[in-house]
């Protein structure tokens, strides 16, 4: 690592106090907190740093936080589905549920989340954000473990509701921090990773819910399992408190010079790290921003299917013909499905530089699988052509991941990320409370209301990205005009989504070209001169739509 001189303009991002005439700037002091640490320990400078450096904290950083992520998220899977695992040994008979009270036990689930989003927005902001989601891992855990108590729809209910509550803040927070510690172009498959521990949920939980389910015990096989996992849980939350730091700035494991490249590598995302300061102005932006609800309506379409079948998967194996211990061992390719698509999905999207095309093309398996359990009949010589149906729906995890990512990437501002985020998860929590409501009972084997909605929803999909993709470049073009107005260059060559050796190649290039253009012109002296780039707003807490550099991505 190494640090230059900066600018006049690049050294104002690093001053700790904002120019109250720049457009798009309040002057009410606001500032990302990466923006006082590069004032504190490089003031006018800027910090130089190398593909071998940002690849060394890439992966110290992978190390600590990653695993963290992963395993809080597969037990939130885990805890989540319990329900499900619970259903085939005996809890909707034990209980003695009716009607629609199984549905709503899947539902309330997401009534819960659904009313903490806003809250939550507030809290993301405030509060530093890994001991929060500690105290959050600690109080789903206890709600699971007391669930071993209920004995009817009553108790389940009010459990399940304390369990949604509390969960409600683990998407939010991932969310949150992966924008703070990657790269645009790590975000992608970082976010696939912590998502794809719910098919990991699927293949293992399954697994370990079946040596549950035979373990001789004056308790029910359900509340063995419920205790197990609540216990384990409550556990890992005191792990997560331990080592998970707030913000790179403020992280123990990272020496002060590892620090400031954690920091510079995000510069180029334009999005900030964290301020702990609400603005309301970025609350108005996000409720009148088109994207965030066209993010919402992506969430919501997808989350529909999502819930239906996170709650009905094993009583849909089950109509094929299997029994109970049959059905969780089947379910397992169901998980491993879904992962290849989580993680394949990312990878191809990273590769290609746009999540659009992915999202749409992972919609393709899951519209073919519903149509074959629409019209296979439900008999012993079709059971194999069912479990292919549904294994081929099992790629539908692998949007919500790219929708977290796609909204993610293309919001800044602290106050703004954190509300844009709430209200997409709005979207995900009401689609995940209609969801499991379109499969009822009464309509087994067949399910077909839920299967004809499910299927209508994800060429739904297809169309919504579509109108987002367009939009987004409408918002470039957009950008493009503000710089030329304010004296810049109307193109920016954004390398957040280009590896590091990328950003290195690139940087030659430029360099090369404004030595010989300048060289051409005949002056020696400025072709000596480093070439200027972007970014010197990237830590003024600006929103995407404030900050004229940010660069819109698809």
């Not at 002091?29 to 690849?55: C, H, Y």
């Not at 331990?242 to 620090?259: G, I, Q, T, Y």
């Not at 280009?498 to 005949?522: C, F, H, L, P, T």
Request: glycine content about 8%; overall charge neutral.
């Amino acid at each position: 690592m190494s640090v230059t001189k900066a600018s006049a303009a690049e050294a104002e991002y690093a001053t700790p106090s904002p120019n109250p005439h720049q457009e798009g700037h309040d002057g009410n002091g606001s500032k990302d907190i990466a923006a006082s640490f590069l004032a504190k320990n490089v003031a006018g400078q800027r910090v130089s740093v190398t593909p071998a450096e940002s690849a060394r904290v890439l992966r110290r950083i992978d190390t600590v936080i990653l695993p963290i992520m992963l395993t809080v998220y597969f037990l939130q899977g885990l805890d989540k589905t319990t329900l499900a695992y619970a259903s085939v040994f005996g809890l909707i008979e034990d209980t003695k549920l009716v009607g629609n009270q199984y549905s709503w036990l899947g539902s309330i689930v997401y009534l819960a989340q659904l009313a903490m989003q806003p809250p939550l927005a507030w809290l993301l902001v405030r509060l530093p954000i890994a001991k929060f989601t500690s105290a959050m891992v600690l109080l789903w855990g206890v709600s699971l473990t007391c669930m071993a108590a209920a004995h009817n729809f009553g108790g389940l209910l009010a459990t399940r509701f304390f369990l949604g509550v509390f969960e409600a803040s683990v998407a939010p927070s991932f969310v949150a921090i992966t924008q703070m510690w990657w790269r645009r172009r790590e975000q992608t498959v970082r976010t696939s990773y912590w998502y794809a521990m719910n098919g990991f949920t699927n293949m293992f939980g399954s697994l370990i819910t079946y040596g549950l389910g035979h373990i001789s015990s004056q308790l029910h096989s359900y509340q063995i399992i419920f205790l197990f996992f609540g216990i384990i849980t409550v556990a890992f939350s005191f792990v997560m408190l331990a080592f998970m730091p707030d913000s790179p700035v403020e992280a123990k494991f990272l020496s002060d010079d590892d620090k400031l490249i954690a920091v510079e590598r995000l510069r180029m995302n334009q999005m900030g790290v964290v301020s702990r300061e609400w603005r309301n102005d970025h609350l108005k932006e996000a409720l009148l921003d088109p994207k965030s609800w066209l993010w919402f309506a992506l969430l919501f379409s997808i989350s529909i299917p999502s819930g239906g079948i996170s709650t009905f998967g094993p009583l849909i194996i089950k109509t094929f013909g299997f029994d109970s211990f049959g059905t969780i061992l089947f379910n397992i390719p169901f998980g491993f499905v879904q992962l290849v698509a989580t993680v394949g999905g990312a990878f191809v999207a990273q590769k290609i530089k746009m999540k659009g095309p992915v999202i749409a093309a992972l919609c393709l398996p899951p519209i073919a699988g519903c149509v074959m359990l629409m019209v296979l009949p439900r008999d012993a010589s079709h059971r194999a052509s069912l479990l292919v149906g549904y294994y081929l729906i099992s790629v539908y995890p692998g949007i919500t991941p790219l929708i977290y990512s796609w909204a993610s990437q293309n919001t800044a501002g602290d106050t703004k990320k954190k509300c844009t985020n709430a209200i997409l998860l709005i979207g995900q929590s009401v689609g995940n409370v209609i969801g499991p409501m379109l499969y009822t009972q009464t309509e087994a084997p067949g399910y077909t209301k839920g299967l004809r909605s499910n299927l209508a929803l994800y060429i739904v999909i297809i169309v919504l990205v579509g109108i987002t993709s367009s939009y987004l470049k409408v918002l470039n073009a957009a950008h493009a005009k503000r710089r030329v107005a304010m004296g810049k260059s109307a193109v920016i060559v954004d390398t957040s989504l280009d590896s590091a050796e990328e950003v290195a190649a690139q940087q030659i290039r430029d360099d090369a070209d404004k030595n010989a253009k300048n060289a051409e012109e005949g002056d020696v002296a400025a072709a000596s001169t480093e070439v200027e780039r972007p970014g010197e707003r990237a830590f003024e807490n600006l929103t995407d739509l404030q900050n004229e550099e940010f660069v819109f991505v698809f």
